[in-house]
């Protein structure tokens, strides 16, 4: 079974250009979360679905952060347009609806913003 | 912020037991006490978890006190691949799945 996939590994953008960062989860898993880390600062919470509809985006840091699921099935994350500060590495995750469900972290994309 | 307070750093020799702390002094009757490692350039990834009972699996073992105020995370044979970061994670019992909250965790250094 495959884990969670995200795509690209790495991006290196030049402040003000817009990114889009892809996330799959593990096949039949309802709920899908991301999370950052930026350089020296835990991991942080951004939002978080169920199926296609935000539970709790209450982590997003400002309007520049788009996130979406459409069909409930992969998710993007959008930065438009980017800055300096939105350097780090952004995390997706995902689990079953069960309760207490584990959940499963993909490997991350590395963003660089010069 | 996270509700559980680790060392910053260990050391552990290969093939030894690792033990590594967590307190959480304020963790609530209806909170797990969970255990992540993020391996260098990877994600983080599920160790263990518990209520109040001890807890063991293929990965580790997980020792909460009594008072549940504070546990202990095991691997019993530490070897090069367990270096990492270890994170100690207070969360609410059948919470609908809300997020993890992340603290600083502690390093953890596997010696040859």
């Known amino acids: 079974e495959a884990g969670v996939t995200q795509f690209p590994s790495h991006s290196v953008i030049e402040k003000g250009q817009t990114v889009t960062l892809r996330c799959d989860p593990i096949?039949?898993?309802?709920?899908l979360y991301w999370y950052r880390r930026v350089m020296g600062k835990e991991i942080k919470f951004l939002l978080h679905f169920v199926k296609e509809s935000k539970q709790d985006e209450s982590g997003m840091p400002n309007n520049r952060f788009l996130a979406e699921r459409t069909g409930g099935t992969y998710s993007t994350l959008k930065v438009q347009p980017a800055e300096l500060e939105d350097s780090g590495v952004y995390f997706c995750?995902?689990?079953?609806?069960?309760?207490?469900?584990?959940?499963?972290f993909g490997a991350g994309t590395r963003l660089s913003v010069l | 912020d996270a509700k559980t307070t680790q060392p910053p750093s260990m050391d552990c020799a290969e093939g030894r037991a690792a033990n590594l702390p967590c307190n959480h002094s304020t963790i609530s009757g209806n909170e797990y006490v969970y255990w992540y490692r993020q391996i260098h350039s990877q994600g983080p990834q599920y160790i263990i978890h518990g209520l109040k009972n001890n807890e063991t699996n293929e990965m580790a073992s997980l020792i909460i006190t009594e008072d549940r105020k504070s546990s202990t995370l095991i691997l019993p044979h530490a070897t090069l691949r367990d270096t990492a970061v270890y994170y100690c994670?207070?969360?609410?019992?059948?919470?609908?799945?809300?997020?993890?909250?992340f603290g600083k965790g502690t390093r953890l250094s596997v010696i040859a």
């Open positions: 994670i207070v969360r609410v019992r059948n919470s609908g799945n809300t997020p993890l909250v």
């Open positions: 096949s039949g898993h309802d709920n």
């Open positions: 995750a995902s689990s079953p609806l069960d309760r207490d469900a584990i959940q499963y």
